[in-house]
């Protein structure tokens, strides 16, 4: 006979303001993190149950590392908390005026709310750019690319048609920042170490690799020096790079460049750009147009309501003189507005005043391969090539969440620098798309 | 302007004997490793781009192992063989009178072929039990697995009403062989160490772990000893177990047992047997048809042909004494076959003389968890506890396929054995099924 489950009721009662987190990104884990202790009932939905490290999933997509090096379940995370109750749905709209969120789940009430649901791939509304390239910005995208990039090298093997060969065998990125920049220098190593070994039957020397910048430089917010350098170093490694170039169009196979060249490949990686993902229900005036991210003021507090924050890649801040197009949509602005938000509710509930948002930056980096990185520190201290490679990897295995995963990954890693090897090139998960397109490629005499 | 591609040509006309081998399992892999220097072409068809260690699935599934600890891409293992080729494809037909094999790639000539498509799920025609079960052949149900579990006890702490979140917490796992006791005992450790943690809302109490064995023993294919311990570790551990019990349908909630008994849970999983997977165009005469494996001769040769051999769980021996149901399906009796096959290859090319197989079995062993197992050896020798364990850990990693795998594999034992954790509760996948199936969990009204 149905009953009501005591701690269900026991839960949702607990008495104390209620914070809401949308999103367990960089940001909206630093709000959880620094409202241990707080008289709150902290509540996190996520669309998934785990926190990616999204700065490695270029290398999920290169085979470099495993999936679980760099995710990390929510509920392990904050195990020993007391306070804190995680629920897997999507929040589908906020009620500002009643402070409820509709979610995939159920509607809940919030006391604090904090919008902290990141960013989604910009196609700038190229509709047959996003039918037919690929993305970068979740786990099932990072597998789904490197299912790709070994399929087409199965694939080429079967085409009697050089130019098919070509067009399965070449790769374009499009978007110079760091995710294509990381995605071309390490897809150069496959070329180099891993898949000569892998198929010989190839000439591996028809591999091209482009890189597809609309402005004049690559790593467009670092130094020139950075973009000099990172420059040099792809070009070293075999990397096309075309800067003052746009894609125009791209029918999954052709790609047209504003500069008029077209490129033919089966396999287009679009890294160009990102967008806020805001909730509906915010109001659209908050809204920005460019960037499509809620305005915030000092306090990261959505306009008109005292109670909803937007932090990070969601939120774009006014009235900071040094970033008047709002903070980098990186990890550093999300976390340290997360933690200020999480330290500012406290007040608002003691009644004390709140602090606003200084952001310390402590410079950027990026990877391009083995020995192969550019750092820019704060205070102009700028350097490049192997030391800063050792820098990224430090800085990088330090960030990522979990004790476990920085043991793996820094594994990982020594096992791929001293093997020159890629161990993950597997192709996992379902195969219904292969025959139709095999239809196309495959010799039917003989496919060897 | 297309042209052919030389190197697709040279590779089809090597000049030497082709040996296609069809399924990279134990007995497939054991083929290509020992015809290494035969002046033969060799060349692996496989649905996969990868071996998979299926005695560690269940590892997988219940969160104790990272998915690329357990596979090795075919490409990766033989890369120092210049007279090995991979293809990636399902081999759809066999066309012996003309030595050719049709794939989803197009259609080869073989001069020697060896079918080591192993086994499916065997669910004794209940299409009802299918459509609403879960198996754990591949990686991807492995997943599947590993999804359903966690979700589930999401979904647990959306519903109000007991009887639905008490089938949602319980887990009915159906064969009492090695498979059904391992993931048995993992979920028990799950239930104990694990969930406690990760779902202080629910009581883990309430999570029953039921094991339904139609035989009268479990592991049937080991000693009593060694069933009765197995029997003692699991009830101990809290697992329910049912012996002399079959069960007789399942429309995914409500398991009807032939004791008249019913189990109410969302999740079977069907580990109660396995059956021959061979390819269409083996004469149906030669299949034998309890079983569905391919009948050989002690050369493991296809009836009526000299140059067809099927090896490990798709064949069936007919006149070793000591089985005369055929050898059991396991990895030993392939990987023996297939060593023995590849030399028997060898000899055939050079004309002499064939060996026929006869099966060395070392014994069996199964894990049921921390400190527990049981290992019958050959010669009477058995033992159960922590020993076994460690014996089981070290048979274990040895077989496994790949030096990483092997180091990552004893890194994350370790890990496990001291943390009590397992970190790979993770949902990966895609979530389009959600929806629906929470509109009948979900509490409308507050979700927490």
């Not at 897997?88 to 809940?108: A, D, H, M, Q």
């Not at 196979?253 to 990102?274: D, H, M, P, Q």
């Not at 009644?351 to 990185?373: L, V």
């Not at 996992?428 to 496919?447: A, H, M, Q």
Request: aromatic share 10%; charged share 25%.
């Amino acid at each position: 006979m149905p009953k009501l489950i005591t701690t269900r009721t026991r839960i949702a009662d607990l008495g104390k303001p209620r914070v809401i987190v949308i999103g367990g990104g960089f940001g909206g884990l630093e709000v959880v993190k620094h409202l241990k202790g707080a008289s709150v009932q902290t509540v996190l939905f996520d669309k998934y149950n785990h926190h990616t490290f999204q700065p490695l999933l270029y290398q999920v997509a290169t085979s470099g590392l495993e999936t679980s090096a760099i995710v990390a379940p929510f509920r392990k995370l904050f195990a020993k908390r007391n306070d804190f109750y995680f629920r897997l749905g999507e929040v589908t709209k906020i009620r500002p005026e009643e402070n409820f969120i509709e979610t995939s789940i159920g509607e809940v009430k919030y006391d604090y709310l904090v919008i902290a649901s990141g960013a989604v791939t910009n196609y700038y509304n190229m509709d047959e750019v996003e039918k037919n390239s690929s993305c970068m910005k979740t786990i099932v995208d990072a597998t789904k690319i490197r299912n790709k990039i070994i399929r087409q090298l199965e694939y080429a093997l079967l085409t009697d048609d050089t130019e098919t060969m070509n067009s399965l065998m070449d790769f374009v990125v499009v978007g110079g920042g760091p995710t294509g920049v990381e995605l071309c220098g390490a897809l150069s190593e496959l070329k180099r170490n891993v898949f000569p070994k892998d198929y010989k039957e190839l000439d591996m020397r028809e591999m091209d690799i482009h890189l597809v910048e609309a402005s004049p430089r690559l790593l467009n917010g670092m130094s020139e020096q950075a973009s000099k350098k990172a420059f040099e170093f792809l070009t070293e490694m075999g990397v096309k790079v075309h800067v003052n170039t746009a894609v125009k169009s791209y029918d999954g196979n052709e790609a047209n460049l504003s500069t008029g060249e077209k490129l033919f490949s089966r396999t287009l990686i679009w890294a160009a750009g990102v967008k806020g993902n805001p909730i509906n229900g915010v109001n659209p005036e908050s809204i920005s147009p460019k960037g499509n991210r809620v305005m915030v003021n000092e306090f990261n507090q959505v306009k008109g309501h005292q109670n909803i924050f937007a932090i990070g890649d969601v939120a774009v801040m006014e009235g900071d003189e040094k970033f008047p197009k709002g903070h980098p949509m990186m990890a550093p602005p999300a976390q340290q507005q997360g933690s200020l938000v999480a330290k500012n509710i406290k007040q608002l509930i003691a009644k004390k005043s709140i602090k606003p948002f200084r952001y310390f930056d402590k410079g950027s980096m990026a990877t391009i391969g083995r020995n192969k990185a550019v750092v820019d520190m704060k205070g102009g201290i700028r350097f490049q090539g192997a030391f800063a490679w050792y820098v990224w990897m430090f800085v990088h295995l330090m960030s990522l969440v979990g004790f476990r995963n920085k043991v793996f990954t820094f594994l990982s890693w020594m096992w791929n620098y001293f093997s020159y090897d890629r161990s993950n090139r597997l192709i996992i998960g379902r195969n219904e798309d292969v025959s139709t397109l095999v239809e196309e490629y495959k010799s039917k005499e003989n496919p060897l």
